[in-house]
């Protein structure tokens, strides 16, 4: 109101003509816009410059990313396939196709001198394109080595270029380019020209083409290729080119298969140190490395390491598949069937050897059987081939299951199936022979396999007996013409058959085949005195100043020539082994089993004699502690079983500081001690227990 007041105060009265003409100059100024179409335009505009910075950034992302494409590229050829993809191929193919036929090179017969050839196709390229500056040096006939992608030969690609100008004139980039659309297998036989020809063309001046050359050799054997790369990686370093995550990669990995963990540290420290992340190639290769070092723990750890870093990091199928062979080779099945639920719910395809490791491990465990049995049938279903190995994993599910009949029934089948393959009697390799010994030596009449409740086992072990033909040759093995067998029958076959092969196939009966062997007599024997004899027949004690001359193996003449038949000799066995650790466990069991302490006191103090020779003395502290803590357990059970807990109570105690003896290991022995009325043994044992497990659970929590 008061700005109202005002204006209408100062307001001058103005003449008419005057007034007139002022209206008249009013009208030719230009009028004010209306404010909301002055909002539209501005809008209209902004918009407009909306788009066009949308426009840019494509663009520039455009750029970037092929820039970035480029630079992976040069970073982690590496990593490439062996060939280009199909789909590449085809367009490359369609696109010469294309270009025969445009209007500046139409194919046409044209007239021209009778004296040159003519030809109505054109002339070969490759079947991948090649930096200009080094496919302008490559003559027709050169080319037509690689015109295909299948069958392509790059050796004398590469010595066409060596002979002539080599990489003159060409950028350490196309050299990358170049070497990456070498097949990898054929990288190694053309890596030193290249290297020759980047040398002689001064092109070694960045970390792209030392990566690209030291990858190259690091593809060849690891002994040929370290003295290259480690020159390699030294001459990086004297021009100071800072290596990238590709160098140490590839240092890495040659170190992984030369198993030199300091190296593989000091490379992986470094990684760490510059600020980059590992990829999961690299640590697959380490993880390789300690698989090759059967160093469990640290396989666990960088296993663990890979699955919870990063998604990038996560383990592959083949990864998983290492990883499961090492729990079972370490006994710890558990872990391996957790892995393959996991495998199982990332939809991860699993391995044929996945399968007959997993098979492997539950052979270990009665209870597991079943499970095992249903990883057969998943192999199966698979489409996977069913070969020796897994007619062999299926015996070892059935000794395990005491199902003698399913063992000898597949053993059979596997025999009579090589031998009409092969047109002769051919044998099943000494692992089929150990698992069917063990089921003589595991063999309970009283026990219901699974083959007899299981639906499914119950079709494969009928199919199996239907196929079983005890005279599938003249010369078949001497099993007794039954698909069921007693225990006494079981026994006088299992030497029947070690005779048999003792006669025929003696290179079949390997050391693990005679542990088999004797350790159905250890359990299964009628007399200690018959194991005796067969342990002095086949074992000897090879120690400090002790020698045995092994039994020599009359010649004998076959059919297949002389040469094979020298062949053949070397290649057999001895049938006399020197006696080991495992052996000497197993005359534990047969002094346990015959209650014999005086043959259990007399391996006790011949293996007093084994820890000093060379053999026990290359373990490690941890392996010898390991087998001296299991003879120690098995001397205790052989003096429980005997009634002599006085002795075996002083084996306890002369040792409890070495070994943990724990309520599991001194179970029976205390049951024993109260039983007999020994109440300050049996106390002093529960104490002994009792710190022992206190023991562990510190370790425990401190690791």
């Known amino acids: 109101m008061l700005n109202r007041a005002l204006f209408v105060t100062r307001a001058r009265r103005i003449p008419l003509v005057f007034a007139r003409t002022v209206v008249f100059h009013r009208r030719r100024k230009p009028q004010r816009q209306d404010p909301k179409k002055i909002e539209n335009s501005l809008s209209e505009q902004i918009k407009n410059l909306e788009k066009l910075t949308q426009q840019v950034q494509t663009v520039v992302k455009a750029k970037q990313d092929v820039d970035a494409q480029q630079k992976a590229m040069e970073d982690l050829h590496i990593n490439d396939s062996i060939d280009d993809s199909v789909d590449e191929e085809a367009e490359a193919l369609f696109e010469a196709l294309l270009s025969s036929n ?205 699955k919870f870093l990063s998604i990038e990091t996560a383990p592959s199928p083949r990864t998983y598949s290492s990883v499961i062979l090492m729990d079972v080779l370490n006994n710890n099945v558990e872990h391996a069937l957790a892995l393959y639920e996991e495998m199982a719910a990332k939809k991860l395809p699993l391995e044929p050897a996945t399968y007959l490791a997993l098979v492997k491990g539950c052979s270990t465990r009665q209870d597991l059987t079943e499970k095992g049995w249903q990883f057969i049938i998943e192999y199966y279903s698979k489409g996977f081939p069913m070969d020796a190995r897994v007619i062999e994993m299926m015996m ?8 003698l009949s399913l063992a000898r029934a597949l053993f059979v089948g596997l025999f009579g199936t090589l031998t009409k393959a092969e047109g002769r009697l051919a044998p099943p390799s000494p692992v089929a022979l150990k698992y069917l010994f063990n089921a003589y030596a595991f063999y309970d009449p009283q026990r219901v396999p699974v083959s007899r409740l299981n639906p499914r086992v119950q079709d494969i072990a009928a199919r199996t007996f239907e196929l079983c033909d005890f005279l599938f040759h003249a010369d078949a093995p001497p099993f007794l013409p039954t698909l069921q067998v007693d225990e006494k029958q079981a026994l006088s076959e299992a030497r029947a058959l070690f005779q048999y092969f003792l006669a025929k196939f003696p290179q079949q009966i390997s050391v693990e085949v005679l542990d088999a062997y004797l350790f159905v007599f250890a359990w299964k024997g009628e007399s200690m005195a018959e194991f005796e004899q067969l342990w002095s027949r086949h074992t000897f004690f090879r120690g400090e100043g002790v020698t045995v001359e092994e039994p020599e193996e009359p010649a004998q003449e076959r059919p297949d020539g002389g040469e094979r038949a020298v062949a053949t000799a070397a290649a057999t066995p001895t049938l006399k082994y020197p006696r080991n650790d495992k052996l000497y466990n197993i005359c534990l069991h047969a002094a346990r089993v015959h209650k014999d302490v005086r043959f259990a006191q007399r391996i006790w103090t011949e293996r007093g004699k084994y820890r000093k020779t060379p053999e026990f003395q290359r373990l490690s502290p941890r392996k010898q502690d390991e087998q001296d803590f299991k003879f120690a357990r098995g001397i205790v059970a052989v003096f429980a079983q005997t009634n002599n807990v006085v002795d075996a109570y002083q084996v306890v105690l002369s040792s409890q500081r070495r070994f943990a003896w724990t309520y599991y290991h001194l179970k029976a022995l205390m049951l024993l001690a109260e039983k007999l009325g020994y109440t300050s043994i049996h106390r002093t044992l529960s104490e002994v227990a009792r710190l022992a497990e206190k023991r562990q659970r510190k370790m425990f929590v401190n690791s």
């Open 102 to 306: 445009s209007a500046e090179n139409p194919l046409l017969l044209e007239e021209g001198p009778r004296t040159e050839t003519m030809s109505i196709f054109p002339p070969a390229e490759p079947h991948t394109a090649l930096p200009a500056s080094i496919r302008e040096k490559l003559d027709p006939e050169t080319v037509k080595h690689i015109t295909v992608a299948a069958g392509a030969n790059w050796v004398p690609v590469v010595d066409r270029l060596h002979q002539t100008t080599g990489l003159a004139g060409s950028r350490p980039i196309d050299v990358v380019q170049f070497v990456t659309k070498i097949p990898r297998p054929q990288r190694p036989l053309v890596v030193a020209k290249i290297h020759d020809m980047a040398m002689s063309a001064g092109l070694l001046e960045n970390v792209h083409i030392y990566n690209t050359i030291m990858s190259c050799y690091n593809m060849a054997s690891a002994e040929q290729a370290r003295p290259i790369v480690e020159k390699l990686y030294s001459e990086l370093q004297a021009k100071n080119i800072a290596p990238n995550l590709v160098t140490y990669s590839v240092m890495v990995n040659l170190y992984s298969k030369l198993t030199d963990v300091d190296n593989v540290r000091k490379f992986m420290q470094q990684i760490s140190d510059a600020g980059l992340t590992a990829t999961k190639e690299v640590y697959t290769a380490v993880l390789q490395m300690y698989v090759r070092l059967n160093k469990y723990e640290h396989v666990l750890e960088t296993f663990n390491t890979m």
């Open 396 to 403: 070892a599910l059935a000794a395990k299951d005491s199902d």
